[in-house]
């Protein structure tokens, strides 16, 4: 309601420039998805879906060094800065190199894992890693600065010349092949670096930080590297052990089926991204913060009951209207993902109330069922409707747990009052 009332009077805050730019960014991605879903059909999706599925696991690992960056450079000025992002820019472009070397070298083994047609698809997509997480970097620092108009070029970038040139090689030539996917990912990246800061990425001797700002960030990226950890875990699992164990046709079926689905967890992060500034702000003011959590979660609660209840009433044209007719043997495991990815996007709202509140319990209990989850699909895979019962039951564990542990730090605080 803010952003269209700013819209109507003409007064967007750079905030809700960025805002607005994340919705269309996301919107984008999943049109990719819906795209190359239709184009490819369900055995050659199953590969893209690996890719795409790799470039999420990838951005969730690059995202700890970003969220630092955005940190630091919010508290940190001058010749300080300068050390900290040099360090961190030296730091990420090894992480980077190192993975993508491991890729690059595995390349067959991870094409026998996944059971894709092709390792170079790997190969190609290692030779990216490094640039991904220069941009990550890049982005923390204009994140930080709050420059959210180079900081939305840089994701409208990625995004818009990932699905140019992806499509536009498999419409114009003619040729769908995993390798043309994984060359539109490895050209975003050099997109997405844009505009880029040439000036911090300094490979000479830079000073030392003091022990006390060294030891702050190691202690906030292990817990930040933590909890995207967690976030892998529960988001990708499923898609990468389905593509082990099942055919590569049940698995492109299984991939458009987690791409809907997941439709809750995208409309979830954006409350995410409302909820902790205004947690934060409320808790550096004294006052209380539930009233801000009850509220996020009922809007989630209610939008995740709406869309299942669609998922329940029509799955068949859904299927049809986003993947097609070759995807309709899905339709009636999609209200039941919805409902596993549901109960995810609401537990997670209560870990990151609690991030905000410098408690990571709730995130530790995160990983614990994020591991959980994949061990039961390790045991329980006779079928895709087992695996996504083995998400529905961890899942429901999860928010149980959640909930348990929200009630018992409420009836702690009360006592103290």
């Avoid at 890049?138 to 990932?162: D, F, V």
Wanted: hydrophobic share 55%; with cysteine; charged share 15%.
């Amino acid at each position: 309601m803010q952003v269209l009332a700013a819209i109507k009077t003409k007064k967007i805050t750079p905030e809700q420039l960025f805002m607005i730019s994340v919705l269309a960014v996301n919107g984008g991605n999943y049109l990719y998805n819906l795209i190359l879903g239709r184009l490819l059909g369900p055995a050659q999706f199953a590969d893209a879906a690996v890719l795409i599925t790799f470039l999420l696991v990838l951005s969730f690992i690059a995202m700890t060094f970003q969220l630092v960056t955005a940190k630091f450079s919010v508290l940190f000025e001058y010749t300080v800065f300068k050390s900290f992002i040099a360090k961190v820019y030296q730091q990420a472009l090894a992480v980077g190199i190192l993975l993508g070397l491991l890729i690059i070298v595995f390349a067959t083994q991870l094409q026998a894992l996944f059971n894709t047609s092709s390792s170079s698809m790997f190969t190609i997509f290692g030779c990216g890693v490094p640039l991904y997480f220069l941009m990550s970097v890049n982005r923390g620092t204009y994140q930080g600065k709050k420059a959210y108009k180079s900081l939305s070029i840089t994701y409208q970038a990625e995004m818009l010349s990932r699905l140019l040139i992806t499509l536009g090689i498999i419409l114009v030539l003619d040729i769908k092949s995993s390798w043309v996917i994984a060359t539109g990912i490895l050209l975003s990246f050099g997109f997405g670096l844009f505009p880029f800061k040439v000036k911090h990425l300094n490979f000479k001797k830079v000073l030392s930080l003091d022990k006390t700002y060294s030891k702050q960030i190691k202690r906030f990226f292990l817990l930040t590297a933590f909890y995207e950890l967690t976030q892998i875990i529960i988001n990708n699992s499923d898609i990468l052990l389905v593509k082990h164990y099942f055919e590569s046709y049940e698995a492109g079926l299984y991939a458009s089926l987690a791409l809907i689905g997941r439709i809750v967890y995208f409309i979830a992060w954006m409350f995410v991204m409302l909820l902790l500034p205004a947690v934060v702000e409320l808790k550096k003011e004294g006052k209380e913060t539930a009233s801000v959590l009850f509220k996020y979660v009922v809007y989630i609660v209610a939008i995740s009951t709406l869309i299942v209840i669609v998922c329940v009433a029509c799955p068949e044209f859904i299927i049809k209207l986003l993947f097609g007719e070759e995807y309709i043997t899905m339709a009636p495991l999609l209200w039941k993902y919805a409902l596993a990815t549901s109960m995810f996007a609401i537990s997670n709202i209560f870990a990151y109330y609690y991030l905000s509140l410098d408690k990571y319990v709730p995130v530790i209990i995160s990983g614990i069922f994020g591991m959980l989850q994949m061990v039961l699909v390790v045991f329980y895979h006779d079928s895709l409707d087992q695996v996504v019962h083995m998400q529905i039951i961890a899942m429901a564990l999860l928010l149980v747990i959640q909930l348990a542990f929200f009630r018992q730090e409420t009836r702690a605080q009360k006592s103290l009052i």
